[in-house]
């Protein structure tokens, strides 16, 4: 059995608010089992792809753009490539594939693509829900509590790319040294 796979955005901004580590774009998944869940199941917008062959970052691009209604932003402000975050196994073994780009958008234009679930089950009925219910920025320290423990080192990677500070170190990194300690996402 193949494993599953999915890729994703990590959008992020540098505010003067929070200038020591970005803000990065989290999103709330949809659907009754998580209507009363928060701290810990918020996400990097992401989906699986749809054939086997298919481009990982182009399947991250499309699977936010659908997750958020807003097509990730094609490279950096300065021209350069997304940031590879390399990939993390989530719980259930899902291995998930993660790429950074900054920008910036306003959470109250985010929309959805919907899925269909039985809902209640075994009622016959058909349920529409959104994928992600609601979208948010959170400053990394923060975002480290609200996102799936599994996707913590996306941001550990994202703020040692930058050479931002690290919570796996607690101290500031640059690429070089992020890249000798193998915190480079790969």
């Given at each position: 059995m193949a494993v599953r796979q999915s890729a994703g955005v990590l959008l992020f901004r540098r505010t003067a608010a929070v200038a020591s580590e970005p803000e990065v774009l989290l999103g709330h998944p949809g659907g009754p089992f998580f209507a009363r869940r928060d701290e810990?199941?918020?996400s990097i917008p992401k989906g699986e792809p749809d054939r086997a062959d298919e481009d990982l970052l182009a399947v991250a691009r499309r699977e936010f753009a659908e997750e958020v209604g807003h097509p990730a932003p094609a490279g950096q402000?300065?021209?350069?490539v997304p940031i590879a975050l390399g990939t993390?196994?989530?719980t259930g073994g899902k291995l998930v594939h993660?790429?950074?780009?900054e920008g910036d958008l306003d959470p109250a234009t985010a929309r959805s693509n919907v899925f269909e679930l039985e809902w209640p089950p075994r009622s016959g009925r058909r349920e529409t829900f959104p994928e992600l219910d609601r979208v948010a920025?959170?400053?990394?320290?923060?975002a480290r509590r609200w996102v799936k423990p599994t996707q913590i080192p996306f941001i550990d990677r994202l703020i040692a790319a930058i050479g931002g500070e690290s919570a796996e170190s607690g101290k500031a990194l640059d690429a070089g040294e992020a890249a000798s300690t193998g915190r480079d996402g790969t």
């Open positions: 810990g199941h918020w402000p300065d021209g350069s993390i196994v989530q993660a790429w950074a780009i920025w959170f400053a990394a320290a923060e």
